[in-house]
């Protein structure tokens, strides 16, 4: 596997911060960032929530979200393997049910 190196910025207190709490989980910061790229990878989403507080766009994002995890629940039970266009057209009449609704 070959590998590549990239470059980011963080507030300095933050890298320290981060750097500190690594070092408390055993891992490198480098360690710490693959974690969380192939996390990212693996579940096609952040692993932690996305948010502008407030934002009416926000609010229905977040139902849409909600909608989305019911749905994994019951693809879940049903051991159906749901294919991302299946997710995303789901999404979408949803999304398209709740404007109406408005």
């Known amino acids: 596997m ?5 470059s980011i910025r963080l507030d300095s207190d933050i890298k320290k911060q981060f750097d500190d709490l690594c070092k408390e989980f055993g891992l490198s910061t480098n360690a710490a960032f693959n974690l969380f790229a192939r996390a990212v990878v693996r579940e096609r989403s952040i692993p932690f929530p996305i948010s502008l507080k407030g934002s009416e766009s926000v609010k229905r994002s977040v139902k849409a979200q909600n909608a989305l ?3 994994q629940a019951v693809s879940a039970n049903e051991a159906h393997e749901w294919t991302d266009e299946e997710i995303d057209e789901l ?3 949803y999304r398209r049910k709740k404007r109406k609704s408005e």
Do not use: D, G, Y
């Open 69 to 71: 995890e019911r749905i």
């Open 91 to 93: 999404i979408a009449s």
């Open 2 to 6: 070959s590998t590549t190196a990239i």
